[in-house]
């Protein structure tokens, strides 16, 4: 591989996150500006808190605010080489960079958000916009990208479509997130075009990051019983993946994660350590750094998908997720600290549980 070329590169929106901390939005008189993305904060976590060298392919508007998401990226490390920069206007006419106002969770108050995507820079991409086969010719391992992009408007999807394809002929691993996931809101017409979407996709991922949003019961949710037989039915739906995974977390009402779960032709299904007790320190994300852990795991387990698989090298790869699903949207900060994974400390099996809090995970991050 090229020293300089990407590890793992990702294809989603940028956008500027204005965080009201533990208050509500609408209460808040000063914020702190983030930037944030699905696919986006999966490789900013796989750069500060893993230490892999990742790319975003995005656009932005040339403007002063696409300018302070650029100033962002490039502060968590994340190339931006593979950005393009569309020309912008003081009244956002020709595109905008798109701004949500984000709500923490606590207890029993869920997350929330509130923000405006139509128009936005990275909507408007289309098939052929981007030279894929430039982007893969340099040894990338990994490609990521997921149905929140690809459903930002009409012309999306194909961009995602071509991507995942060309990836694949230069024999780059590709994942892929559903946007349906357990209980997503909407109406059913609604969860049904994106299902259709997700499937479409789908076809093209080696590994599927929230399998279950694959499946027509994924508005009502699967218990946690049928989740064997759901994975293995997902399979069918997309026999050429190598990897199926999912969360097995009840963490709706108390902020908990509690493990996860996997299959892959090789092993079965696989499900990670029970971790009781485990809870999840922001929830906003919790599902990107699930994916970011998965991805690293596999990375290192694995030179090549299901080859070199086993029900052991799964089992760690899912503890890795567990544990940084665990650290949500704050896994970029803590990766700030070197210690043992390589940087922040996670690693598979550092556990310890107490009859007061149940199981607890140990960062035993060192230095700065």
């Known amino acids: 591989m090229n020293r300089y070329s990407p590890q793992v590169i990702a294809l989603g929106e940028v956008m500027l996150r204005f965080d009201s901390g533990k208050g ?22 796989l750069r500060g808190c893993f230490g892999l060298w990742t790319a975003i392919v995005t656009a932005l508007t040339d403007s002063p605010v696409g300018r302070i998401v650029e100033d962002l990226i490039l502060q968590s490390g994340v190339d931006t080489l593979l950005v393009r920069w569309v020309p912008g206007d003081a009244a956002g006419h020709r595109a905008r960079a798109r701004r949500s106002f984000a709500e923490r969770s606590f207890g029993t108050r869920d997350v929330s958000g509130v923000g405006a995507r139509a128009g936005t820079a990275v909507s408007r991409l289309r098939k052929g916009d981007i030279d894929w086969d430039a982007v893969f010719a340099d040894g990338t391992r990994w490609f990521h990208t997921g149905g929140v992009f690809a459903c930002l408007s009409e012309t999306t999807v194909g961009v995602a479509e071509e991507a995942m394809a060309v990836a694949r002929r230069h024999g780059v691993t590709v994942s892929y997130t559903p946007i349906c996931r357990p209980g997503t809101p909407g109406n059913r017409s609604r969860i049904d075009r994106t299902r259709e979407t997700d499937l479409r996709l789908a076809q093209h991922a080696d590994v599927v990051v929230g399998a279950l949003g694959l499946t027509a019961t994924s508005h009502v949710g699967v218990r946690t019983d049928e ?5 293995a039915h997902v399979a069918k739906l997309v026999p050429q993946a190598t990897v199926l995974a999912t969360t097995l977390h009840e963490q709706q009402p108390t902020g908990l994660s509690n493990s996860s779960a996997a299959w892959s032709a090789p092993t079965g299904v696989v499900t990670s350590p029970e971790m009781p007790g485990l809870h999840v320190l922001d929830r906003i994300g919790s599902a990107d750094g699930f994916a970011a852990g998965l991805i690293y795991g596999l990375l290192t387990v694995a030179d090549t998908l299901p080859a070199d698989l086993t029900v052991t090298s799964l089992q760690r790869a899912l503890a890795y997720a567990t544990a940084h699903g665990a650290l949500g949207g704050f896994v970029w900060i803590i990766g700030r600290t070197r210690g043992r994974c390589p940087r922040c400390g996670v690693r598979p099996g550092r556990w310890s549980r107490s009859s007061r809090s149940g199981w607890r ?4 991050a060192s230095g700065g």
């Open 361 to 364: 995970y140990r960062a035993t």
């Open 24 to 45: 509500h939005a609408h209460a808040s008189r000063s914020l702190q500006v983030w930037v944030g993305g699905d696919e986006y904060n999966i490789i900013r976590s």
């Open 227 to 231: 989740v064997p037989d759901v994975l």
